[in-house]
C-alpha cells in the first residue's frame, strides 16, 4: 500500500506563490510511479492540474496552470512538488497528490492507484 503525504497549503494572496509537495511514507519508491497533482473545488469536479511520468521527462499541465504552475520531482527525496505561481482567486480548491503505477502521466484520475489526503490551498482576492 502506497501512503501519500501533501503538504504545504495553505492561505495566500492572489499573485503570490504556494509550493506542494507530497511525499511517500514507509518503504514506497515513487522512481517508477507516474505522479499527478489533482484538484477540487466545492461543488467541482476533481481535475488534473499537472502530471509528470516515472522519470520526470514528460510533463502535462492543464490549461488552467501553463506559465503558472509547474511539476517536478526528486526520485532521490521520494517526492513531487508543485510550484505555484501568480495565484488566483479560481486556483482554490482541495490539492491531491496521485500516483499511477505504471509509470504513465494520463490526466484522467481515473488512471491513478493511490491518492494523498489532500492539503487546502485558498487564495484570497
Known amino acids: 500500500q502506497v501512503q501519500l503525504v501533501e503538504s504545504g497549503g495553505g492561505l495566500v494572496q492572489a499573485g503570490g506563490s504556494l509550493r506542494l509537495s507530497c511525499a511517500a511514507s514507509?518503504?514506497?519508491?515513487?522512481?517508477?510511479?507516474?505522479l499527478g497533482w489533482f484538484r477540487q473545488a466545492p461543488g467541482k469536479e476533481r481535475e488534473c492540474v499537472a502530471t509528470i511520468d516515472w522519470s520526470g521527462g514528460r510533463t502535462y499541465y492543464a490549461d488552467s496552470a501553463k506559465g503558472r504552475f509547474t511539476i517536478s520531482r526528486d526520485n532521490a527525496k521520494n517526492t513531487v512538488y508543485l510550484q505555484m505561481n501568480s495565484l488566483k482567486p479560481e486556483d482554490t480548491a482541495v490539492y491531491y497528490c496521485a500516483a499511477d503505477r505504471t509509470g504513465r502521466y494520463s490526466a484522467n484520475y481515473l488512471g491513478y492507484d493511490y491518492w494523498g489526503q489532500g492539503t487546502q490551498v485558498t487564495v484570497s482576492s
Open positions: 514507509g518503504r514506497t519508491l515513487l522512481r517508477t510511479y507516474g
